[in-house]
């Protein structure tokens, strides 16, 4: 298992989109960094990375550096496995492996956990220079003042969650191209239902069926923050009051049980179907 592993680790990593997307991913962040350097040097206010970005709402809230990034590397995450396993359905490859492996589910299995593996590195780098251009554009524009060791290492167990549920949501695009037999059709699928489904309809219109939803508790689990839901029926000065439905590591949890479904689904076609 280890050897069929390792070979399924080096066939990941030597595709172009493992390492072409998460540069073009790196490049944006530093864009979106050049671009709020201009924003703070012309404002009134100075960028302080513990009050702005590090931490809300006093020293005892996680740590929420990563905010909208611990969102996008799961979709990230996804897209990378769905485009691993669907582009050697499409040529032909997976035939030839299962001539020399033919226990389907062990090589279904090396390939989640090797490139599973692998995207939860490459989401950990990429929050890490997320982290580290934040830092740099305090320390050029505006303050690092209060930055301790207890925020540091809040701050690396946040980058850790953030590849934990990278690699979760690797698993679930390997999963999904399976059961659609097209990456092309999972990742179409898979964004819309992303920007329009959970993230827009879902949330606005049934924030309670939000909560349970794998997007929603990846981006509470890796920003250190309560998975909540906007209540309509109550209203007051501020607004809409927003209701605490569960933690992030029961947000973990549940994200991990929706990677569980989609596997096992996923396991069960691949063993009991064609896959020519």
Do not use: C
Not at 161 to 179: D, E, Q, Y
Not at 181 to 193: D, L
């Amino acid at each position: 298992m280890n050897r069929l592993v390792l070979a399924e680790t080096k066939r990941y990593w030597a595709r172009r989109i493992t390492r072409y997307f998460p540069a073009v991913l790196a490049v944006l962040i530093f864009g979106g960094m050049v671009i709020a350097f201009f924003v703070v040097r012309n404002g009134d206010s100075n960028f302080d990375f513990v009050r702005d970005i590090a931490r809300s709402d006093g020293p005892n809230r996680p740590v929420t550096v990563l905010g909208p990034i611990a969102s996008l590397l799961p979709v990230m995450a996804f897209v990378l496995g769905a485009s691993y396993i669907g582009a050697d359905l499409k040529s032909g490859v997976i035939e030839q492996l299962l001539t020399w492996e033919p226990r389907r589910n062990r090589l279904l299995a090396a390939r989640i956990i090797g490139g599973g593996l692998s995207t939860a590195l490459l989401a950990a780098i990429l929050a890490i220079w997320m982290v580290a251009l934040l830092y740099g554009l305090a320390a050029i524009v505006g303050t690092t003042g209060g930055t301790d060791a207890d925020l540091w290492i809040d701050t690396l167990v946040a980058i850790v969650r953030t590849g934990i549920a990278s690699m979760l949501f690797f698993a679930i695009g390997v999963a999904v191209t399976l059961l659609v037999s097209s990456s092309v059709g999972a990742i179409v699928g898979f964004v819309i239902y992303w920007f329009i489904g959970e993230n827009f309809l879902i949330s606005a219109f049934l924030p309670k069926v939000a909560v349970w939803l794998p997007i929603t508790n990846a981006t509470s689990f890796g920003n250190g923050q309560d998975v909540e839901y906007i209540d309509g029926s109550v209203f007051s000065e501020d607004g809409f009051d927003l209701i605490s439905h569960h933690s992030y590591e029961m947000a973990g949890v549940y994200l991990a049980l929706w990677t569980l479904l989609f596997v096992v689904a996923a396991g069960f076609w691949f063993s009991y179907r064609d896959v020519d």
